[in-house]
């Protein structure tokens, strides 16, 4: 049971070029979250799916688009990366469901470096 | 909207000293609070978490936190702090929307240990 699971670990990209962050669950949760985490601001959160075929922006959407692409697994795409995209990416699960509420699960973060 | 205040930035304790990182909630019900702990270059792990019922609740690692309604507020306490406690820390109120279960998290508070 690895948990929840994201690639790549460390990522360098040049202004403008677009990449994907992805993040993989094994616990069949049905919620998962992208975050990102910047010096003194906490964790800040992106989007997320509520369940599979739902997605919805949360704090800071914007330069950013997300695919649940089934219930395991759910990515984050830069299209054209900035430099004000520097941050640490985390991915997080939970099992949820209307009426329960229960911790969530955090990937280790993708530490992410646009020059 | 809810939202989670971690007055401190930084600490210092001694090792064997006693600790209490403060944090004040807002929310409009009750309120569902969480302290994760974030070691360097690694993921969040949840210490606590508070839903309801008594409102001392214990957690992992000798940690402890006691939520306080009149006060808005949901310390982490330890009475003896060990050098390996030398971490970020953070405050998280969840809450249940139409879209699902949302976290917001403070801006943490980093802890550094004296030996």
């Known amino acids: 049971n690895a948990g929840v699971t994201q690639t790549p670990k460390f990522q360098v990209l040049k202004t403008g070029q677009s990449m994907t962050l992805q993040c993989a669950q094994d616990?069949?949760?049905?919620?998962m979250y992208w975050y990102r985490q910047d010096p003194g601001m906490g964790l800040r959160l992106i989007y997320y799916?509520?369940?599979?075929?739902?997605?919805d922006k949360g704090e800071v959407p914007n330069g950013y688009n997300v695919s649940r692409l089934n219930k395991r697994e759910f990515s984050l795409r830069l299209e054209s990366a900035a430099p004000s995209q520097t941050s640490v990416y985390f991915c997080?699960?939970?099992?949820?469901?209307?009426?329960?509420?229960?911790?969530?699960?955090f990937g280790p973060g993708t530490r992410l470096t646009v020059l | 909207a809810q939202s989670v205040t971690q007055p401190d930035i930084h600490i210092t304790v001694s090792e064997g000293a006693s600790l209490e990182l403060r944090c004040n909630y807002s929310?409009?019900?009750?309120?569902?609070l969480f302290w994760y702990v974030q070691s360097p270059g690694q993921g969040l792990q949840l210490l606590l978490k508070?839903?309801?019922?008594?409102?001392l609740v214990q957690g992992i690692k000798g940690f402890e936190a006691e939520f306080k309604r009149s006060q808005s507020s949901f310390n982490l306490r330890k009475p003896s702090v060990h050098w390996s406690d030398a971490a970020e820390y953070f405050c998280?109120?969840?809450?249940?929307?139409?879209?699902?279960?949302?976290?917001?998290f403070g801006t943490g508070t980093q802890l550094k240990v004296e030996l």
């Open positions: 997080a699960s939970i099992r949820g469901g209307r009426g329960l509420y229960n911790e969530q699960f």
């Open positions: 616990m069949n949760h049905n919620s």
């Open positions: 799916s509520a369940s599979e075929g739902t997605t």
């Open positions: 929310y409009g019900a009750t309120p569902y």
């Open positions: 508070y839903f309801s019922g008594d409102t």
């Open positions: 998280a109120v969840g809450a249940l929307t139409g879209g699902g279960n949302k976290l917001t």
